[in-house]
Every structure is written in structure tokens, then in C-alpha cells.
């Protein structure tokens, strides 16, 4: 196992804690020197709060660690390809690079419905390489959706 299958897994914990907490199965952790600063996962259904995403929980837990909003030498592994929300939140956090596991068709802000990091004028663009163990994400991912579908139908 490689270094970023390493932390992706670290972020697929992360994801199986909100799987079990019925939230999106999303994973994050943030990694500086070969470290991981912060770890975090889904909260907006349990915390009736709609910027609880892994990725900003797990920016506000580095920056405490840093005590610095800037997170310049860190990087980020999440499960899932970041929203607009939480893509605008690494461009000015400073995260050096993101590594997401599957790209999101409906919301994705790094390259599958639009790409925040390319595609504007911003003043800092986050690197960013997809695929880091996206089966095992995706697979996740799919489960959460199944199994969420089977307890629909069996309340109905």
C-alpha cells in the first residue's frame, strides 16, 4: 500500500463513522509532513447544519491544530470529489493539494460538474488527482444509497 492509499483508508474510516451515523458516507483528513492534522466526516444531518461536509470540518479541526486558517503544506484526502462549498473553502484555506476517491456527477466542483481549482481566476490553485481507491469509495458510497433505499421501503 502506497502513501495515498494509506491516508484515502484514514479517510474511508472517517466515512464508515457518518455511514453509521446515517450520514453521507464522506470521509476527510488533512496531512502535513507525511501526517495526518485532522481528521473529520459528514455532519449535516445529525447537526441539522448544512456546512458540516468532512472537508470544512476537517479545515477547522487543521487550522486549530495550526493555529492558522492558512494551510499551506498540507494536503487533503476525501472520499468523495469536494461541492462548491467546500472546494471555495480549500482554494482559501490554502490546502497545497486535494486527493478525492470518486468524482461527484451532481455536485462535483474539481472537475465533474465544474472545476473551481481550473477553471477561475482565483488566487490559489490547489493541485488535485482523482482515483485514489474509488472502488472502495464508490462501493461505500453505493451501499450507504442501497441500504437507505431498502429501510425506505420497509417503513412504507
Known amino acids: 500500500m502506497n502513501e495515498h492509499e494509506h491516508f484515502m483508508n484514514e479517510a474511508l474510516k472517517q466515512a464508515k463513522k457518518a455511514y453509521n451515523k446515517l450520514e453521507v458516507p464522506v470521509g476527510a483528513v488533512i496531512v502535513k509532513n507525511g501526517t495526518i492534522i485532522a481528521r473529520a466526516y459528514n455532519q449535516k444531518e445529525t447537526k441539522f447544519d448544512t456546512t458540516k461536509h468532512a472537508e470544512i470540518l476537517a479545515i477547522q479541526k487543521a487550522s486549530k491544530k495550526l493555529n492558522s486558517w492558512r494551510l499551506t503544506g498540507c494536503d487533503m484526502y476525501v472520499t468523495l470529489e469536494p461541492c462548491t462549498m467546500c472546494a471555495g473553502a480549500i482554494i482559501q484555506a490554502r490546502l497545497r493539494k486535494v486527493y478525492f476517491g470518486v468524482p461527484d456527477e451532481k455536485t ?13 481566476k482565483f488566487n490559489h490553485k490547489p493541485e488535485f488527482e ?24 420497509k417503513k412504507n
Request: proline share 0%.
Open 130 to 153: 482523482q482515483g485514489i481507491l474509488e472502488n472502495k469509495c464508490k462501493n461505500l458510497l453505493q451501499d450507504f444509497f442501497k441500504d437507505l433505499r431498502k429501510a425506505k421501503k
Open 108 to 120: 462535483g466542483a474539481i472537475g465533474s460538474v465544474l472545476n473551481l481549482f481550473e477553471d477561475y
